[in-house]
């Protein structure tokens, strides 16, 4: 297999490895692209909690002043409340500078709209046209600005947070929560946010220094730290989110981790109990969100992976949306603001605990029972489409998906195969009823795809 | 043409032209790799500017895996005095000095506080050439401080070498213009640590030139505007990063940078008589003060990395220039405007005689100075041609073409900042030295045209 490069150019953005691919000329262009792409104007600049955040927020700084653009430095903040300051700063855009859940040896870039969206594909598309072509607006001696910063950048998503919520309701329960904050940026709302809904708050992992004391993405397998802490604290929930917050997986009060598809479907459950409307999801996301959608009798639409592609179906949809969101524990509210958000999971999670009166595990046992495994092999974009063309003719009698990769249906089990936008790998995906059935059914297509290869 | 510079000590350019972020990252990722991760002070001048560099420059070098100390807004000379007291491995200023505002610069600086020096520069060149630059993983980046009280640590150094007691006892006022540069807001704590009482004029740190950053007499026409009317003893005009000045006298006569130098050269030499390191584009003046203290005088190539290495290696006592620069080897290998003002107040204040009266018994000579646009790749070959103009006189040819007279000279040198060729002409007799000066200029338009 061909060595895996160390940049990732896509729809989510740019990521690279610090000290290989990401250096500071690289990080000044994209930012001398994205200024000439939006126009002069403020351009709102925060970062996740990562070590070489400096790095590349000064080369940012630096390619964003050198197009006429005004930064707003905001400092480590989580991906939600940049894009909703972005948006409620009336600023022309913001770059967040994140690698989201990659290990901690790389970093990059992600490009936010004055909306306080993601560029959607065809803006990505005539950003990167400008990037490749290197002609970047050139300035009057006069016109440099100098970069400004921002104290209190999560003021606005907090209120949107707080007037959505029933806070009366959650704070009469005065939940015991703790919440991992993986080192990352969810660290510096976290505990206000916590202590606004009156929860006895545990912190672990909470100081924003991109140590990351264990892996940034909220599996199992990184959260047994998280899980130990519910057990000898005898809290209510446990939370993890990952490195930049958009994501949050959910640990029952007995301390097991309900695995991270489990937080959009106990919200969506929740939502929908309130509010029916449409829900948007990704394809790999849980069977589960089919069934409950069943139940209150709305529309599931299904999107190709990637945060940007549930925002644009939940846009398309005008308002009609209920709730959104990805199987990685990605819940987005549209009444809150159109992105991934692990402060609306959170807040969704308690105020369910609190409606309804029940613990973690009830709520658990009231959704259908899917066992989901995600894995991922290395590979290119170019071999992950040698072994779909290969498996799309092995399973033609089968109901497929091409709309990302491949998804191949069966009764009440999928196997979804698909080339990663961020990383150079393949993610394999399969769900079933049980564990094993979910086990079988991926390791007969890693014997296949071994076969292919 | 595009206007960029890449000499030993740096590289200049004219902003969003030639001074890109890419631009500037790659000479700090150069310089940073040349350091090979080190510790390294940063520092700019108020610059519109200056913001763009100094975040490109922060993040080429944690890039390289150097710690950065960031003194932010800071005069070049009090940046190379930091470099020595913590011990840093370089530094670099981010400041086009006398430039006007369509300029940046970054100049770099070795661990003695010095422009780097030709094998230095050529090694960090090298490497930019090359374009292979260290890179680090994350948990190698550098890192970013700021550092507080620097400013102190220099003034206290400044106000023990000066003779600040004679300065306070003359109880003098100043006038002083810092053109919104780096100079801006520190000249107040100079005039507390000396105890002059000051009038600022332009001391806003924000980087809008009233007038171009250069300290000459075209420039000083603010402070000569009140120096009479607020009664002041002495005016000084700086340049954007405090590594020049020229004098404004109490009567209100700008007076020509070529003064600095000899002014205080005339007073220091009594004090401490050595070497005097000049060069040819400087005035006479200094020729005939080294004369008659009995100095050895030496001349080099014009340039602050020249002079100051010469200063160094000669063991001479003091360096200048005929732009305003000055350093005194016993206090620091640098250009320093601070220090420079410190010794015309020093020398007011120990001889007790008006500024005129000083000026009046350096000796006296008439200069034209000129400067002609040449497009680059001819500077060379026109200064050369320009010899021919003068076949029977003495021609030293060691930094551009000097022609000596008999009481005075003659020099064309290509500029090392600009796309310009400078004629400076000096003579006793005005009328010979503006004579020779047309001579030239004429000639050297029909080889541009």
């Known amino acids: 297999m061909k060595k895996a490069t160390s940049l990732k150019i896509s729809i989510s953005g740019v990521r690279g490895v ?11 262009s994209f930012a001398q692209a994205f200024g000439t792409y939006i126009g002069r104007g403020a351009v709102v600049v925060g970062q996740d909690s990562r070590v070489s955040g400096t790095m590349v927020k000064k080369a940012v700084i630096s390619g964003l002043l050198a197009v006429g653009c005004q930064p707003i430095e905001i400092g480590i903040c989580p991906i939600p409340s940049i894009q909703i300051f972005t948006k409620e700063t009336e600023a022309r855009g913001g770059i967040a500078v994140t690698a989201s859940h990659n290990p901690k040896e790389w970093n990059g870039m992600k490009f936010i709209s004055g909306e306080g969206l993601f560029l959607n594909h065809h803006q990505v598309e005539e950003f990167l046209d400008i990037y490749h072509q290197g002609e970047f607006s050139r300035i009057g001696v006069n016109e440099y600005k ?13 209120r949107k947070l707080l007037s959505y919520l029933n806070v009366e309701l959650i704070r009469s329960k005065k939940f015991k929560v703790a919440a991992d904050c993986a080192n990352g940026a969810g660290a510096v709302l976290v505990p206000e946010f916590l202590d606004a809904l009156g929860c006895r708050k545990i912190l672990i992992n909470d100081v924003p220094d991109g140590s990351f004391a264990h892996h940034p993405e909220p599996l199992p397998e990184n959260i ?36 991270e598809e489990m937080t959009l479907i106990l919200a969506s459950k929740h939502v929908l109990s309130k509010n029916p409307g449409a829900v948007v999801v990704n394809l790999s996301a849980s069977q589960a969100i089919d069934d409950i959608a069943r139940e209150f009798n709305v529309r599931v639409f299904r999107t190709k992976i990637g945060e940007i592609n549930v925002v644009d179906q939940v846009l398309a949809l005008e308002g009609k949306t209920a709730i959104a969101g990805e199987g990685n524990g990605g819940v987005i509210l549209p009444d809150i603001h159109p992105c991934r958000d692990s402060f609306t999971a959170m807040g969704l999670i308690l105020e369910s605990m609190a409606s309804s009166g029940k613990k973690v595990s009830e709520l658990q046992e009231q959704v259908p029972k899917y066992h989901i495994i995600k894995d991922k092999i290395d590979g290119t974009q170019e071999e992950a489409f040698g072994i779909i063309r290969q498996l799309k003719r092995n399973y033609s009698s089968q109901e497929i998906s091409l709309l990302d990769g491949l998804k191949i249906q069966f009764k009440d089990s999928w196997f979804h195969i698909r080339p990663s936008n961020t990383e150079p790998i393949i993610r394999l995906l399969a769900e079933a009823r049980t564990k094993k059935q979910a086990e079988n059914l991926l390791s007969k297509f890693k014997k296949e795809i071994s076969e292919i290869i | 043409m595009k206007l960029l510079k890449i000499g030993i000590s740096g590289v200049r350019g004219i902003v969003g032209e030639t001074i890109t972020p890419d631009l500037v990252m790659n000479f700090a990722c150069a310089f940073g790799t040349y350091l090979n991760s080190k510790r390294v002070l940063l520092a700019r001048d108020t610059r519109i500017s200056g913001p763009m560099l100094h975040s490109a420059c922060l993040s080429a070098l944690i890039s390289t895996g150097c710690d950065v100390l960031d003194l932010g807004v800071c005069p070049t000379p009090i940046l190379q005095h930091t470099v020595k007291k913590l011990r840093a491995k370089g530094a670099i200023s981010i400041s086009a000095g006398h430039n006007d505002i369509e300029w940046n610069a970054l100049t770099f600086i070795n661990q003695e506080g010095t422009y780097l020096n030709a094998f230095q520069g050529e090694e960090v060149l090298d490497i930019y050439h090359l374009g292979k630059f260290k890179k680090v993983s ?3 980046l550098g890192r970013i401080k700021s550092v507080d009280n620097y400013l102190d640590v220099y003034f206290k150094s400044l106000k023990r070498f000066l003779d600040a007691q004679a300065i306070r006892k003359s109880g003098l006022k100043v006038v002083i213009d810092p053109c919104n540069g780096a100079g801006a807001k520190i000249i107040d704590q100079l005039s507390c640590f000396l105890n002059f009482e000051l009038v600022p004029v332009n001391n806003e740190p924000n980087g809008y030139f009233p007038h171009d950053p250069e300290p000459r007499p075209r420039n000083a026409q603010q402070v000569a505007s009140i120096i009479k009317v607020v009664k002041a003893d002495v005016g000084f005009v700086l340049n954007s990063d405090v590594s020049r ?30 070497a005097v390191i000049s060069n040819h584009s400087t005035s006479a003046m200094v020729d005939d003060v080294a004369r008659e203290n009995n100095c050895p005088l030496v001349k080099i190539r014009v340039g602050q990395s020249f002079s100051i290495q010469s200063l160094v290696n000669e063991a001479g006592v003091i360096a200048g220039e005929g732009s305003g620069g000055v350093a005194i080897a016993e206090f620091q290998p640098a250009f320093d405007g601070f220090l420079a003002m410190g010794m015309v107040l020093e020398t007011m204040a120990r001889t007790k005689k008006k500024i005129s009266q000083i000026i009046a018994e350096l000796p006296r000579y008439h200069r034209v100075k000129e400067k002609i646009y040449c497009p680059p790749p001819k500077v060379h070959s026109v200064v050369n041609e320009v010899q021919k103009l003068f076949p029977e006189q003495k021609i030293d040819s060691s930094d551009g073409i000097k022609i000596e007279f008999e009481e005075g000279w003659l020099h064309i040198r290509a500029s090392a900042t600009e796309p310009m060729i400078r004629v400076i002409a000096e003579d006793r007799s005005k009328d010979k030295a503006q004579e020779r000066a047309e001579k030239a200029i004429d000639f050297i338009s029909t080889l541009i045209k």
């Open chain 2, 245 to 274: 000045v020229s004098l404004v006298a109490e009567d209100g006569e700008t007076l020509s940078e070529e003064y600095t130098f000899p002014l205080i050269a005339s007073y220091y030499l009594k004090k401490k008589p050595g």
């Open chain 1, 146 to 158: 100098s970069p400004k910063s921002e104290e209190n950048p999560t003021v606005p998503h907090l």
């Open chain 2, 138 to 140: 994350s948990e190698k």
């Open chain 1, 18 to 28: 610090v000290g290989e691919s990401l250096t500071p000329q690289l990080a000044s």
């Open chain 1, 224 to 259: 047994t730290g998280l899980c130990r802490t519910v057990v000898e604290q005898g809290a209510d929930v446990g939370f993890v989110q990952d490195a930049d917050a958009d994501r949050l997986a959910v640990v029952n009060e007995k301390g097991d981790p309900l695995g």
